[in-house]
């Protein structure tokens, strides 16, 4: 059984993104429409709130996208030495 | 009509339970519809993309925003480029960590870069960018914008920090206060006092120690 689509697909993109790195979605509420969790272990695990209707979807999706790359327990490219 | 133009900053809060569901909600209805919460290692971080006339009026503006969502919860710090090593400070300014490194070192540049604000056992320097920002500006190599952005950041933090310190142990950040308010801000003495110093016009008895 797979979740709501975020309805602006910029956030959609970056939502899906981070399920493919192992992150999971939870539906919320009110203005959330939901929060992404990492694979950490709490209370340690990093979680990212998405609102239904964010004043600015593009800087919204860049806001999460940039939460998902900070996190310590998701592994990504190396991009430093 | 003032001009307006979007500002993009993290405040990073203390007091604010990760899990809280009511906090993101009631910061959205407070007006902050531009803010993204997120939290990391327990720490509660609020981005924001606000429009507003100045970086001044849209921070303190987000800062009452948040901390009106939660009394309990306290700004700590705004999270903008605080400590960087020389990559980030090349990303920064749009150069490489090799040409930063050289500007460091003086082979590149008009010299005198900042020191690091810190040196770690192993060899790593992390660097002030209020310190570093205006060196940049110095060298043509930044906008005055920027650089004034930053020191106005690392003002806030400032406050920000003696607020938590003031909250945490009022009686000393009072004392230190205190003390720096009763600081000379001069080495002259009035000449009054050396008068009195001349003890031959003294009224005491002759017998004072000589030194």
Same mark, same amino acid.
């Given at each position: 059984m797979g979740r709501s689509r975020h309805q602006k697909?910029?956030?959609?993109?970056?939502?899906r993104i981070a399920e493919r790195l192992g992150w999971t979605f939870e539906s919320r509420t /009110?203005?959330?429409w939901g929060c992404i969790y990492c694979t950490g272990v709490p209370p340690d695990r990093c979680r990212v709130n998405i609102f239904s209707t964010p004043s600015?979807?593009? /800087?919204?999706a860049k806001y999460i996208a940039r939460e998902v790359a900070k996190c310590p327990h998701t592994k990504l490219k190396e991009n430093k030495p | 009509m003032t001009n307006q133009k979007i500002y993009e900053f993290t405040l990073v809060m203390s007091g604010v339970d990760p899990m809280d569901e009511n906090f993101p909600n009631t =910061?959205?209805?407070?007006?902050g519809t531009d803010a993204t919460i997120s939290s990391r290692s327990g720490v509660v971080y609020v981005s924001f993309s606000r429009k507003s006339a100045s970086l001044m009026d849209a921070i303190f503006s987000a800062i009452h925003n948040v901390e009106m969502a939660n009394p309990k919860g306290t700004v700590v710090r705004v999270d903008d480029a605080n400590l960087l090593n020389q990559a980030q400070i090349g990303e920064l300014v749009g150069k490489t960590r090799q040409m930063v490194n050289q500007y460091i070192s003086g082979k590149k540049g008009p010299g005198g870069f900042p020191a690091p604000a810190c040196e770690f056992s192993n060899g790593k320097r992390l660097w002030d960018w209020s310190s570093t920002s205006l060196w940049f500006f110095q060298a043509g190599l930044l906008n005055l914008e920027q650089c004034k952005d930053a020191e106005l950041i690392r003002a806030i933090n400032n406050q920000l920090e003696s607020r938590v310190l003031g909250a945490q142990?009022?009686?000393? =950040?009072?004392?230190?206060?205190k003390r720096m308010m009763s600081r000379p801000t001069t080495s002259?003495?009035?000449k009054r006092t050396i008068r009195q110093r001349n003890f031959k016009t003294a009224t005491r008895p002759d017998h004072h120690p000589v030194g």
């Open positions: 697909k910029e956030i959609e993109k970056v939502v /009110n203005h959330l600015s979807p593009e /800087n919204h | =910061v959205y209805e407070l007006g142990n009022p009686k000393m =950040v009072g004392e230190i206060t002259k003495f009035p």
